[in-house]
């Protein structure tokens, strides 16, 4: 109470302030430091976020009004990650509901845009809802119908397709998504579509008149599948022998996807006589003509002779027979006969198999041995050449070695190297844990010292200034009494039978007195005199 006013206000105005400091960390402490998750989300994808922090426990704030997005800054790269894994956010598309907001005085154009994008919006949707599609987007082109129909253009749409790791889509969803997008399009063809990945490969096929030299990714999803195998088969039958670690196999793989369709006819030689060949058909024509009864020609034996038989070729040609020499005078005979014979014919289609194998190459690397002494001590060894040679024919008959075909194993022997992890040269201070923790101490750091500022700067002087002050008079009476406690008198030694000898009362001291008179007259330094003996 003996305080001046400006140390009493000190002193209050240091403890408010020291409470308010301890409530300020209370405070800090609970909430932590917020960063932003995600901002500029839409509704859905920021009700459909809150719903999974619901769901991890992770505590979360709103801020400027609802856009973004607050959790704790130790969780920020944690959470998104997790977020990710579940498919969030993902990204507002606008549909249909884009023409419910039309605005009074759209232009032609503006409501033809806003349909097209509202189609997009749509057909992106759908698409997106396909179980190994990420994300979509879909960009369609729809030409100004006019009033001539030779120049009007046909509609066409592509598509990029965003897929998760480690799925394709067969020819049967490509297809599928094709005629999704014809079908949606007035008068478009699904040859008009196309379909590219992330990657930036065509999936819905080559257009007419592309190459077609090149595979297409089903075919080299299905080469992909038959050099994992046979390199699946190599670690299975060498891993035991050699080690898990010790092991590196690559297969290649060529493989024919030509498609060969061939015909041929075959027609067998004629048959020879002696064979017996089918009679397809037979035709004879006779001719005979009456001449005049008159006898002509030399008399004698010439013209009495009869007449010759007459002869027809095999082939069917046809001959004017020999006229009797004899006979009547003046008459004519005329006979053919056509035979057409059965030729053999053999039709043969032969179409080969897509996909064969027409080469394999084999390629592995083993690690040296690991041999341990007795001693204790790792050493390595390279292996033999009969281990190696007996590794390749374990090799050549897992992935069925055909010398024919051209196939190839090779089996080498080296030692692998260790990979030395590079010490982290980043400064402390530099490095992201450091930070973090100069980010996270900042703030208990500063209200601590603003602590330590109000307790010696305020508190501290206001109570040493509540302590009496020590007058000289006073300080010389204080001296005098530390003579008399300080008095280096030793206490008498027992005796030989041990016990103390009787001590006489001492007479009057006059600094004793002195000593009760200053205890008397000022209580507060008796006390801090008292004090002193008790802390030495």
Known sequence: MALPMQR?????GGIAAIFAIF????VWGREGDYRVLYANLSDKDGGAILTQLQQMQVPYKMADGGGAILVPADKVHDVRLKLASAGLPKGSVVGFELMENQKFGVTQFQERLNFQRGLEGELTRSIQSLA???????????????GFFREQQKASASVVLTLYPG?????????GIVHLVSSSVPEMSPKAVSIVDQSGSLLSGPQEGADQSGLDAQQLQYVRQIESSYTQRIRDILEPVVGKDNLRAQVNAELDFSQVESTAEEYK???????????RSQQTTEQIGQGSATPSGVPGAASNQPPVPATAPVNGASQPLQAAQGGTTGGNSRREAVTNYEVDKTVRVTRNASGGIKRLNAAVVINNRTVTDAKGKTTT????????DQLTALVRETIG????????????????????????????WKQPETVDMIRTLAVPGALTLAALIVVFGAIRPAIKAAQPVVTPEEEARLQKLSAVVDDAEELPVTNQAG??????????????????QFARDNPMAMANVVRGWMNN
């Open 8 to 12: 009493k206000l000190m002193l209050a």
């Open 23 to 26: 409530l300020a960390m209370m």
């Open 132 to 146: 190994s599609v990420q994300s979509a987007r879909v960009h369609l082109a729809l030409p100004n119908q006019n």
């Open 167 to 175: 799925r394709t889509l067969d020819r049967g969803q490509i297809a």
């Open 269 to 279: 030689p004629n048959q020879g006589q002696q064979a017996s060949a089918s009679i």
């Open 381 to 388: 060894q390279p292996l033999k050449q009969e281990e190696l």
């Open 401 to 428: 070695f055909d010398e024919k075909r051209g196939d190839s194993v090779k089996v080498i022997n080296a030692p692998f190297q260790v990979t030395k992890e590079e010490p982290d040269n980043t400064p402390l």
């Open 499 to 516: 016990h103390m000898p009787r001590l006489e009362a001492p007479a009057t001291d006059e600094r004793l007195d002195a000593a009760r």
